[in-house]
Nanobody
């Protein structure tokens, strides 16, 4: 069982930056693929960025060049650095764990075994 707790959300103006963090419980963290998803009101949950146990990463086209996913296996933490934020980045952001061998690449919610409770990100124009 893995428990995930996100932090770092908030409100920022367009062009600003935020850093999200996710603290994971358990001693299997280093072997798990991880990801960030987001869901805006009235829209489906979508993958933002993923990272496997070896540190390889994937990004949705909409955030490439602006967001960076990283992990610290010694601290059981996952991070998402978000730069050049846009109003369309406004959403609830969710930490996700254990996406299997390919889920961290394809970034589909159906691959996720564990979810955090989410943290709100609001970008104003």
């Amino acid at each position: 069982q893995v428990q995930l707790v996100e932090s770092g959300g908030g409100s920022v103006q367009s062009g600003g930056s935020l850093r999200l963090s996710c603290a994971a419980s358990g001693n299997t963290y280093s072997s798990l693929s991880m990801a960030w998803f987001r869901q805006a009101p009235g829209k489906e949950r979508e993958g933002v960025a993923g990272i496997n146990s070896g540190g390889s990463t994937s990004y949705a086209d909409s955030v490439k060049g602006r967001f960076t996913i990283s992990r610290d296996n010694a601290k059981n933490t996952l991070s998402l650095q978000m730069n050049s934020l846009k109003p369309e980045d406004t959403a609830m952001y969710y930490c996700a764990a254990d996406l299997g061998r390919l889920g961290w690449w394809f970034l589909r919610p159906t691959y996720v075994n564990y979810w955090g409770q989410g943290t709100q990100v609001t970008v104003s124009s």
